[in-house]
């Protein structure tokens, strides 16, 4: 065992002075000759119009999606492959009178005429686009990886509650493993937070809640290339559902800790402000934690492997092969560190969710 | 010599350090609990991963806010 490890890190270390050797020049060459990796990125943890497997530009092998827009014109609806996976904003779609082009993933409005570039997007001074969005309803990719989540867990969870009308109670196998985390959530999290008197009521929206952002973190995980609970969008609703649930099942106990918090009257114009902003602060953390964890997580895996290009580019393909085993280790250590995140953040999205329920449900003490 | 990367980077670093004492602090302190009273294990460990993440919930607000400047 120890011989394993010690070939390992001898195997690996080599591999790193294998780039530093055939790189004597590495620090004049220009950023232009270097692989820049931000760009492929950010593209892969953004959403997309389209599910692409493999390829560049006309090659793509990919699914196209259907966009949904809501224009000035009302409803207009096309497949995107009608771009033909064009993102720099040459190719213009016109459907009912109105032209619309696709630049990095968005569709505007598209100029009426091209310029120099052939680009039919105005640039403002910081690299930003200028042209007008038309609301975008579109089924991206993030949209069908959400469909995709509720037809498992709708799938799932079916056959295990017909599994426990049939068999009596008794659980078999997916039922089996679905229990302890059913049972998990529902003691654990709900009936310890929230407390014996009033739990029952909120078990379903927080095991939704639960499995929820569980198979979406997994999801991420997989090589389909989804990044659902990375969207900060999603995680906004999910926190404000969140939110909306403590505000409507508060007690009057809850308001009069708000607004009439029991401090000395001299830190009352203190507390007041502070509570309010409170209400909203905590929701807020929820949204971002789950973002940023699960982001964080997936640019940190794509820039391990892209490692490797940064090696190829820099000192051809050679280094790029030794390189690889000792990326594909250090990626494969931080996927595994991932799964524990993806199981963790679902964990405590719901645990803090259950911890303001039960805040704001409890009784005077 | 130029300086490459940006301030934003220096930003993110330094979060990553209040996260590295946070975490550890919680950590160390679970050691000391754990070898304490063995058979209250299961429970601190517990205790010390939701306060873990939390830490880390704290400490990701600095890497998105230094992400947002990556910009410029």
Redesign the interface.
Known sequence: MLKKIAFLSIVFILSFNASKASAPEAHEVEKSEKYDPVPEIMHHISDAHEIHFWGKGENSVSIPLPIILWTNNGIVSFISSEFHHDEEGHHVVEKNGQKFINSHGKIYYANETADSHGSFVSHGE?GHTTNAKPIDFSITKSVVGIFLTMIILLLVFTSVARSYKKNGGIPKKLTGFMEPLVVFVRDDIAKENIGEAKYKRFVPFLLSIFFFILVLNILGLTPLGFNVTGNIAVTFVLAFISLIVTLASANKNYWKHIFWPPVPLALKPLMIPIEIVGIFTKPF?LM??L???IT?GHIVILSLISLIFVAQAGSGDATAWAVSPGAFALTLFIFVLEVLVAF??AY?FT?LTALFVGMSVEEQH | MAIVGSVAAIGAGLAVIGVGLGIGKIGGSAMEGIARQPEAAGKIQTAM??AA??I??AG??G??VALLGL??
């Open positions: 910081d953390a971002v934690r973002f940023a964890n964080a963790l953040q405590i645990l | 991963i939701i993440a939390l880390e919930g990701l607000f890497i998105v910009g410029g």
